[in-house]
């Protein structure tokens, strides 16, 4: 399969770039000045809309750039402050057009300043840009992937789509898609079984995060907020994307004029990307979901807004054999497991939302938003597997590879068995009305939420061990005794529970902004109020906050920030669950008091722009409640014995470190510890440093040949032996090390001509991509199996997430 995919790629790529050298480029010069002033303007940017590449205004307001000839092209003319121009070219062979463009000076307040399209922000959110997805080189290409390259968000396992933020969990992450809260499944517990994300790509029109310091308008959760707004069409369009691991497709457009629909449908079988595990077998995951928005314009005042989604994730495997090698280079081990029997998990969730809008002026905007969510989920497995360690010659073992060294010693044999039969039904309903006024300088907001929520959970699992034919735990022995004892066979990790929570919570917020501006600087400043109330454990919440940015007229644009307040967290359904699968009556909300102070320095290098990001943070959480981390699988402990906090500093600077197209790194540094019963230990999410890297190129004066980098880094996560308290889970597992790539083509673009027969006609663009996963082959751990022989000696086998992988996809558009 890969020699097919290297020479379908090579004979694609070279016909290609005949074509290309073919062309002799245009070039088009000339002088930009301010229409007011008459000034010449610096750095202005000028590109090609479609392409990547461009140039910026020299000290005399002067540019010179070669584009493509023969073809329909638009100038893009953007400048801080100033109103976008465009100018539509064509160009003959050689051609020289000398083009003089003024611009206007916009009327926008601070908060619409932008830097390559990145609002320049007065909060803790940052702005990304939704093309950057189809660039990213990822098994998934989700939203999710974008997000972990940010600044304060660590992630260890790139099958998932699950990440953390300054030391919280997964649970503690707020979604919404057009104001609508979206939930995960509940009982996923390694990244084989995820499945799709809800957030589908393609139907994306913005994408702002928050990693901390949030206003009062978002909900009930402490760490970060990804707030996703679908679109709006205004034309039909659409999109497909192929590749080995699956395809996806898009449409979209209007019907009648008041009318506009946008769906979106997917299909994932990462079969292929999973055979490169340890465990080899049959692995048949198929995932597949259906999104549909419909808007309806019913006349100047009044919207009506309809999302409905269906997504069903199975997984199934059938395990035959475990070939792993761990331990260090002077104490190598080799673990060889035969199984037998198989798994089989189901996630199937519908999601359907309504929208009435109301405007009776420019001022107000009134909304009234109900939604229902419902999930079915089922993990069932039998699965035994009898195993031998041996130590290996260290000289020639090579670690996290199988496949080499030689077995010098056995240390022991064994077997067991694991059993589940566990079953989840949910449903959440919400109904909520939200409010806008503006009047001036000031803006309010305001809401009011009311969500009943309804779960039944029948879990029943189970493991039996067994070392050299001795049951663990192992009875005492009674050789030679006449009246032998009778002793019942002994399983290990027993969840045995039916449990089922019904409960309503209400919620209410209240906050308002103020834009203060004088000659000296311009100063926002916004204060909330959340209040919520849940009868399940009748307490009530109120939470301040704050939010202060402040923007000196200097030269350079900077602006500085603080923002603080409460952020509380009544338990969901899988924090109310404890370790014996019990519903925990009285389990009181997590509260945090959070601080985050930064600043946005934008600054010109190179003749191109660039921003540089700061932010320090501190969390003290009390009402905490104590959890392990077992790959995806978090394990709550159902009390509210601990407390906390969370410190660290985030890093991030993008900009055009290649002309035209922008990249970002992103460093955080940061430190959790929880308290129970007098003891500091590191909490699961404890990672000190994270490192990630999204990088683009292209081959310059050929830029439809593109080059896409991701790179992460993250410090080892904390873990332990199981069955043992808290306070000895300080190990650490080795550092996450991953680095991906993409190589990508565009056959041909927007401008590109066809003949009337030509079926491709109604392509926009159409571009293939071959992806490397996993560049380096580098076996990062993400947890651990833990096998006991009769001696009681514990051996940790380590998880290997994927090795190098490859994947072929073509994308297109219409």
Known sequence: MRKIIVHILTSIFVLAAFNVLAQQPATVFGRIIDATSQQVLINVNITIAGLPGGTTTDKQGNFELKVPSERKITLVFTYIGFETETI????????????????????????????????????????????????????????????????????????????????????????????????????????????????????????????????????????????????????????????????????EGLIAKKISYLIGARYKSNSYFLKGLDTKGDYKPKFYDVQALLNYDINSKWELSVLGTFSDNSYTLIPQTQTTTFGDFFNPYRIQIFFDGQEVDRYQSWMSAATLTFKPNKKLRLRLISSIYQTSESETYDISGEYWIGAIDPPTSVLGNGSSGNVIEKLGVGAYLNHARNYLDGTVFNMEHHGNFEAGNSSMQWGINYQHEFFQYVVNEWQLQDSAGYSLPHPQDSIGSQTPPHSSLGLSNVVKNQSEESSNRYSAFLQNTWLLKNENNDISFTAGLRSMYWDFNQQFL?????????KPHWKKVVVFRISGGYYSQPPSFRELTDLEGNIVAGLKAERALQVVAGSDLYFTTWGRPFKFMGEAYYKYINNLIPYTIDNLKINYYGTNNAFGYATG?????????????????????????????????????????????????????????????????????????????????????????????????????????????????????????????????????????????????????????TPRQFNLKLQASF
């Open 88 to 251: 539509d070219l064509i160009l003959k062979q050689g051609e020289r057009r000398e083009i003089h463009q003024s611009l206007t000076q916009s009327s926008t307040s601070l908060p619409s300043i932008e830097v390559k399209d990145q609002q320049l922000n007065t909060n803790t959110f940052n702005r990304i840009d939704p093309k950057t997805i189809a660039l990213i080189p990822s098994a998934d290409a989700g939203i999710e992937d974008l997000i972990k390259t940010m600044p304060g968000v660590s992630s260890h396992n790139e099958m998932s789509s699950t990440y953390s933020v300054r030391g919280g969990n997964y649970d503690e992450n707020l979604v919404f898609v057009n104001d609508i809260e979206i939930y995960r499944p509940f009982l996923i517990r390694s990244g084989q079984q995820e499945g799709l994300s809800f957030l589908n790509p393609d139907l994306v029109s913005s994408i702002s995060f928050s990693a901390g310091g949030f206003d009062s308008k978002y909900g009930d959760k402490m760490s970060s907020v990804l707030d996703i707004k679908y679109k709006r069409p205004t034309s039909f369009a659409g999109s497909f994307d192929i590749s080995l691991l699956g395809a996806s497709g898009h449409l």
């Open 542 to 550: 109120l939470d301040p906050r704050v939010n202060i940015s402040f």
């Open 649 to 801: 500093v985030d890093f991030r600077i993008n900009g055009e470190f290649v002309k035209g197209i922008e990249s970002w790194a992103s460093l955080s540094i940061m430190k959790t510890e929880e308290n129970i019963n007098g003891d500091w230990i590191p909490r699961p999410t404890d990672q000190r440093v994270t490192l990630s890297i999204f990088f683009q190129d292209y081959i310059p004066h050929y830029p439809s040949w593109r080059m896409n980098l991701t790179l992460f880094y993250g410090t080892g996560l904390p873990f332990g032996p199981p069955n043992t308290p808290l306070s000895q889970q300080t190990m650490r597992l080795p550092a996450y090390r991953r680095v991906d790539i993409g190589l990508s083509k565009q056959i041909f673009g927007p401008n590109t001509k066809f003949s009337k027969k030509n079926p491709l006609r109604v392509f926009n663009s159409m571009w293939i991509a071959l992806d490397v996963f996993n560049l380096l082959q580098i076996s990062n751990t993400v947890s651990y199996q833990w096998i006991t022989d009769i001696n009681n000696h514990q051996y940790a086998v380590p998880n290997y997430l």
